[in-house]
């Protein structure tokens, strides 16, 4: 439309063909600055772009040169994440060398008891004291609740 200095002023629409972008794409770069912009008298928003082409590139240039200060910082937060996460590793193995392990049961043990359950079962006296017998030959829910 008009071209003054070296800057055209354009419609949206012919902007984005230019820049090789869609429209929305022109708008959130209005939105951020990065195009000069106005509003016209018809109502309309246009866009000033270098004749040459260079807003292209240092638009763009411009949006690269952010996306790597974003990937830099997010590498060195990662880079300390892994180093936090390798710490923490590092005091769990210290705490948990620090616990004994559990005793287990001797195997006697367990038989024993399979035996008890089994005996129990079958209504037989276990070995023992007497109070322990007359416990063992009643169900549970009656040591538990009572009765006879």
């Not at 880079?79 to 005793?103: M, Y």
Request: no cysteine.
């Amino acid at each position: 439309m008009g071209e003054r200095r070296g800057v055209r002023r354009m419609p949206i629409r012919e902007a984005a063909e230019v820049l090789g972008v869609s429209k929305d794409a022109v708008r959130q770069r209005i939105r951020r600055g990065t195009l000069r912009s106005d509003k016209g008298e018809d109502g309309r928003v246009y866009v000033y772009l270098d004749a040459t082409g260079d807003d292209v590139h240092t638009s763009e240039a411009g949006e690269q040169d952010r996306t790597d200060l974003l990937i830099a910082e997010l590498q060195d937060r990662v880079r300390s994440l892994e180093e936090a996460n390798r710490e923490n590793r590092r005091i769990i193995a210290a705490l948990t060398s620090r616990i004994p392990p559990a005793i287990e049961a001797p195997s006697e043990a367990r038989e024993t008891a399979e035996t008890v359950d089994a005996e129990a079962d079958r209504g037989e006296p276990r070995s023992g004291t007497a109070g322990t017998q007359e416990g063992a030959r009643r169900p549970w829910w009656r040591r538990v609740f009572g009765g006879g």
